[in-house]
């Protein structure tokens, strides 16, 4: 029903940058709040950044100050730049949407596929 796109990974150094991108596409829906998830072999899911469509943010303790979480409302579109990257920020990052239909009342949720992010000299 909702579907999301998940772009921008890829292997970067330490130090460096880089700006992942979450698209929704679907019809009747409105989205209530997006957020990025990452996820290293062996570890727990994390959450990293959450936004809500009235633009209020949370991050994790270990990303602020380096993340900033955006998004498009026209383009239904969530954004993740990544700052000062550290190794330790390697993992697989999931986009996740909390959205309503349009002839419902109940939320609901969908997650992309992932999108892989190395940081590594």
């Known amino acids: 029903q909702v579907q999301l796109v998940e772009s921008g990974g890829g292997l970067v150094q330490p130090g460096g940058s880089l700006r992942l991108s979450c698209a929704a596409s679907?019809?009747?829906?409105?989205?209530?709040?997006m957020g990025w998830y990452r996820q290293a072999p062996g570890l727990q899911r994390e959450m990293v950044a959450t936004?809500?469509?009235?633009?209020?943010?949370n991050y994790s303790d270990s990303v602020k100050g380096r993340f900033t979480i955006s998004r498009d409302s026209a383009k239904n579109t969530a954004y993740l730049q990544m700052n000062s990257l550290k190794p330790e920020d390697t993992a697989v990052y999931y986009c996740?949407?909390?959205?309503?239909?349009?002839?419902?009342?109940?939320?609901?949720?969908?997650w992309g596929q992932g999108t892989q992010v190395t940081v590594s000299s």
């Open positions: 936004i809500t469509s009235s633009g209020d943010t």
């Open positions: 679907g019809s009747d829906f409105s989205i209530n709040a």
């Open positions: 996740n949407v909390v959205y309503s239909r349009s002839w419902a009342i109940f939320q609901k949720n969908a």
